[in-house]
């Protein structure tokens, strides 16, 4: 909880701070990156920097904590995905004064605050911290070396890998996390991306890759079988929740990944309960575990599943041509929904459940969460 001092501070800046935070985010990473190179080039996604969703990322997620102590109120689950994201990449305690350093330095220089301003916003970042921290502290950490001993191609972009631990035991996982993938690049960085296990393996880690940026790009032209990668021990709070109440999986594009491995646990645990699965993609080509998903939903005794194409081959539903809208499926009451995709689809989904009734809402996004940012 903020001081009572600081939150008079805090409310009375946090406009100011809101309206520049943009400008605060990227001259912090500017000054961060240019004392420590190393972060940028072996712990943070280049990518995402040089785009600025990491960026927006960063400003989204300290002005709604300061916000939800303004009101009173902790974002517990933003507070997870980020903790979860942090301990997978590798993040250490230590590193939070960096960023504090750094980035406190960027909200006194764009804004020109008093020290007492200064001070107030330095106690709403401990308290974000010192929140991360505690969660971080329970999760599983390391990196553990892995062959790949399967890869399969399911569309012309996305390669399902199969990896086992050279040494030790699988680590244990749940239906809709993930893993970090450390990378070897040509310049000699090493770079982490994240991506979801795709399926149900007992005595080996499944996960796939989209060809899309560099990193990808390496695993599928430089990671055939018989070649070792490092993963990081699944994370990810978008797991299935046991219970026997309605579930709907939504994804679009490779964002069906998390909700296969998902619907695989429903499937082999028999489970009777009432499942909507519905994907978006831009045609029948393009959809990764298409058969696998039919196959899946057969395997249960109250489940059905609801395709949308952009641009579909041959003769297909019209009202199931175009983008994903949930307008036109039938979503039980009492369902608990389960999004993974593109963060204009995340939005519009959400929306469209908002609207319906559906408060029960988790989803996971690739890359920088800027749907928490707003």
């Known amino acids: 909880m903020l001081s009572p001092k600081s939150a008079d501070l805090v409310e009375a800046t946090l406009p100011a701070v809101g309206a520049s935070i943009g400008e ?11 004392d420590h190179p190393v972060l940028l080039r072996n712990l943070f996604n280049r990518g995402n920097q040089a785009n600025g969703t990491q960026a927006q990322a960063l400003a989204g997620s300290v002005a709604a904590f300061a916000s939800g102590l303004l009101a009173g109120k902790t974002p517990d689950a933003m507070l997870r995905r980020i903790a979860h994201k942090h301990v997978s990449v590798g993040v250490t305690t230590g590193q939070y004064a960096v960023v504090h350093k750094y980035l406190l330095g960027a909200v006194a220089e764009v804004l020109d605050v008093n020290d007492e301003i200064a001070a107030a916003w330095s106690e709403v970042y401990w308290l974000m911290a010192d929140a991360l921290i505690g969660i971080e502290r329970f999760l599983p950490r390391g990196l553990q070396e892995h062959r ?28 809709g996390q993930y893993v970090s993938v450390h ?19 007992d005595d080996a880690l499944q996960f796939s890759v989209k060809r899309d940026g560099e990193v990808s790009n ?24 046991p219970g026997d109440g309605p579930v709907l999986l939504a994804s679009a594009g490779i964002g069906c990944t998390p909700m296969i491995s998902m619907l695989a646990e429903l499937a082999a645990t028999d489970s009777a309960r009432q499942v909507v699965a519905v994907h978006g993609d831009h045609d029948q080509l ?58 204009p689809f995340l939005r519009a989904v959400r929306t469209q459940l908002l609207a319906a009734g559906i408060t029960d809402i988790h989803y996971e996004v690739f890359g920088p969460d800027v749907v928490s940012a707003g």
């Open 24 to 34: 605060i985010s990227a001259l912090f990473y500017q000054r961060m990156f240019a």
């Open 183 to 201: 990378v070897p690049l040509p310049d000699g960085a090493r770079q982490i991306r994240q991506y979801s296990l795709s399926g149900r393996t």
């Open 218 to 241: 390496q695993l599928h032209d430089f990671a055939p079988v018989g070649s070792t990668i490092r993963l990081s021990q699944p994370a990810g709070d978008l797991t299935l929740e």
């Open 148 to 175: 790949v001993i399967a890869r399969f191609q399911e569309t012309e972009d996305v390669v399902t890998f199969v990896v086992r631990p050279t040494s030790g035991p699988v680590a244990p996982s749940k239906p």
């Open 286 to 343: 393009t959809h990764p575990f298409r058969a696998e998903l039919a196959q899946l939903v057969a395997k249960l005794p109250d489940a059905q599943a609801h395709v949308f194409y952009e641009r579909p081959f041959g003769e297909w539903p019209a009202d199931r041509t175009g983008f994903v809208d949930l307008t036109s499926v039938e979503v039980p009451a009492g369902t608990t929904a389960y999004l993974c995709g593109p963060v």
